[in-house]
């Protein structure tokens, strides 16, 4: 039975260390998206920061990647930009997730991450008049193992 999503939620990257990150879910887009603004190839290997400074959940961190594809993605805008894409792991309704994320300038837009058609096809419904669906079903699972461990 698949589950059903609003048209934004908070998901978690474990491999990255992000938890609980704001992404709106977008069934016109294929290709999953993360906010990043400097990414480059450094010796034949991917670096990347995520985030902006001025998001909580920033770290400065730096991340490499060995195995990276570089691909044509149409924009919102329909223009074709060139960008990195990387495989790392998403977790919804604790469900880990392998899959691929292109890297871009999401800066001016209020997601940090975009969930393309390509994670949610025969995995989830989309209700747009509903929000945060799995975050909310996290939290009350927090909340009730805490309430158990007294």
Known sequence: MQKILGRYDRVDLPELGLSDIHAKID???YTSSLHCR???IVDGKLEFVLL???HPEF????FVFTQFEVRDIKNSFGEVER????TTTLKIFEEEIVTEFSLSNRGSLKFPILIGRKILRDRYL???????????EKRKHLRKVKRQNG
Do not use: L, P
Not at 59 to 62: E, H, L, N, Q, V
Not at 83 to 86: A, Q
Not at 126 to 136: E, P
């Open 38 to 40: 400097r990414a480059q």
């Open 27 to 29: 069934t016109g887009a």
């Open 83 to 86: 960008r990195f894409v990387i």
């Open 126 to 136: 989309i209700d747009v008049k509903k929000k945060n669906v799995s975050y909310r």
């Open 52 to 54: 902006d400074e001025e």
């Open 59 to 62: 770290t400065g961190m730096k």
